[in-house]
Nanobody, 119 residues
Framework: VQLVESGGGSVQAGGSLKLSCTAS????????MGWFRQAPGKEREGVAV????????HYADSVQGRFTITQDSAKRTVYLQMRTLKPEDTAMYYC??????????????WGQGTQVTFS
């Protein structure tokens, strides 16, 4: 079971980034997959989750309207398009699966993370 993230980097206020997470070793179908983040000195928090069966998505209030989560089942990949980035979006972003909605303690599978930093 493996989740591999990519796409992080350094951005300026108002900028955009697109994160990718490619899954392997398990069925991509009918599960919650998504993104959590952890800023320095803060707890991990849910950002966005998509149910791969229906494409239904859930977002944290802090990113609603700015971030969009999508999936490409053929590529076994989940994306997080981030727009209008703010300094408070600076964090390590983790791809997750095996849990429920944005409930951090329910997730059993985590990627290594990709860093998003404000310049």
């Amino acid at each position: 079971v493996q989740l591999v993230e990519s796409g992080g980097g350094s951005v300026q206020a108002g900028g955009s980034l697109k994160l990718s997470c490619t899954a392997s070793g398990f069925s991509f179908d009918d599960r919650d997959m998504g993104w959590f983040r952890q800023a320095p000195g803060k707890e991990r928090e849910g950002v966005a989750v998509i149910y791969t069966g229906s494409g239904s998505a859930h977002y944290a209030d802090s990113v609603q309207g700015r971030f969009t989560i999508t999936q490409d089942s053929a590529k076994r990949t989940v994306y997080l398009q981030m727009r209008t980035l703010k300094p408070e979006d600076t964090a390590m972003y983790y791809c997750v699966t095996g849990g429920i909605r944005l409930l951090v303690k329910t997730y059993r599978v985590w990627g290594q993370g990709t860093q998003v930093t404000f310049s």
